[in-house]
Nanobody, 118 residues
């Protein structure tokens, strides 16, 4: 079984910064991609940023120039700068992996709450 754990959420004022971490563990043969999503109360989960196995990145238009996704082995980071109230939500990490002895699957963490408010 693969486990995904997010951390780093918290409350900040507009213009502040936070750094989220996502750690994947378990019987992982390879990681295809790691992705951050945001879900606001009462809304659907949306993609924020993703990073592929070869380091390619993709961002939602709303966070380009403010957020940076990076990866070190089985850990993905999301550096969030110039935070805005609309960045508030629960941030989930999903990991697309090939498990040892199995086929490709995706796993999700439990989420970490980010609140941007004055």
């Amino acid at each position: 079984q693969v486990r995904v754990v997010e951390s780093g959420g918290g409350s900040v004022q507009p213009g502040g910064s936070l750094r989220l971490s996502c750690v994947a563990s378990g019987r992982i043969l390879s990681i295809n991609s790691m992705t951050w999503h945001r879900q606001e109360a009462g809304r659907e989960r949306v993609l924020v940023a993703s990073i592929s196995g070869n380091g390619g990145t993709n961002y939602a238009d709303s966070v380009k120039g403010r957020f940076t996704i990076s990866r070190d082995q089985k850990t993905a980071f999301l550096q969030m700068n110039s935070l805005r109230p609309e960045d508030t939500g629960v941030y989930y990490c999903s990991v697309d992996v090939v498990e040892v002895g199995r086929s490709r699957r995706s796993f999700w963490g439990q989420g970490t709450l980010v609140t941007v408010s004055s």
